[in-house]
T-cell receptor, first 111, second 113 residues
Framework: QKEVEQNSGPLSVPEGAIASLNCTYSDRGSQSFFWYRQYSGKSPELIMSIYSNGDKEDGRFTAQLNKASQYVSLLIRDSQPSDSATYLCAVNSEGAQKLVFGQGTRLTINP | DGGITQSPKYLFRKEGQNVTLSCEQNLNHDAMYWYRQDPGQGLRLIYYSQIVNDFQKGDIAEGYSVSREKKESFPLTVTSAQKNPTAFYLC????????????FGSGTRLTVV
């Protein structure tokens, strides 16, 4: 079992709709969770971090964390074509000062 | 402006050659990391360092070497022992804990010719 799993997609969403990206992780001791956006040929850019159960909102982005289910998600409201990118989920392990990344979900927003 | 600089942006390696990828940061971050990304895949950890003169192997360290002689610099050498080095290499840094996440450099794309 991979440490961090994401559906590789592609996920296709119409413009203006809500895009929902999901990530599961295997280490119950994980404490820090991140979502990165990566445009083709570019480096990842941090868009959300979450550390406690529940929802965290930042503009059009909402991160959701459920540690009991070992599940973290990212919602993008009012999706725009500029949101088309690969989204990487990253998780740290308890006591480990390094991040483990999922394989990424490729998101396409259709005008 | 503070940030991480990776060079070169593109690098071509001949069979049997060693090449070194540069990573410099002026963020005063303690920890630095090297990841490899293959097409359509996530990031895999090669090496990381949390303090000067100390570093640890990641998941795919074979065929690579690093040094951390200065806080600001963490160069990666891809040796001839790395049989499939063509990939996108990303350097990152953090304050020393993974919160609040990494800052990434712009990456180096290495191609074997």
């Amino acid at each position: 079992q991979k440490e961090v799993e994401q559906n590789s997609g592609p996920l296709s969403v119409p413009e203006g709709a809500i895009a929902s990206l999901n990530c599961t992780y295997s280490d119950r001791g994980s404490q820090s969770f991140f979502w990165y956006r990566q445009y083709s040929g570019k480096s990842p850019e941090l868009i959300m971090s979450i550390y406690s159960n529940g929802d965290k909102e930042d503009g059009r982005f909402t991160a959701q964390l459920n540690k009991a289910s070992q599940y973290v998600s990212l919602l993008i409201r009012d999706s725009q074509p500029s949101d088309s990118a690969t989204y990487l989920c990253a998780v740290n392990s308890e006591g480990a000062q390094k991040l483990v990344f999922g394989q990424g979900t490729r998101l396409t927003i259709n005008p | 402006d503070g940030g991480i600089t990776q060079s070169p942006k593109y690098l071509f390696r001949k069979e049997g050659q060693n090449v070194t990828l540069s990573c410099e940061q002026n963020l005063n971050h303690d920890a630095m990391y090297w990841y490899r990304q293959d097409p359509g895949q996530g990031l895999r950890l090669i090496y990381y360092s949390q303090i000067v003169n100390d570093f640890q192997k990641g998941d795919i360290a074979e065929g690579y070497s690093v040094s951390r002689e200065k806080k600001e610099s963490f160069p990666l050498t891809v040796t001839s022992a790395q049989k499939n080095p063509t990939a996108f290499y990303l350097c990152a840094s953090s304050t020393g804990t993974v919160t609040p996440g990494y800052t990434f450099g712009s990456g180096t794309r290495l191609t074997v010719v």
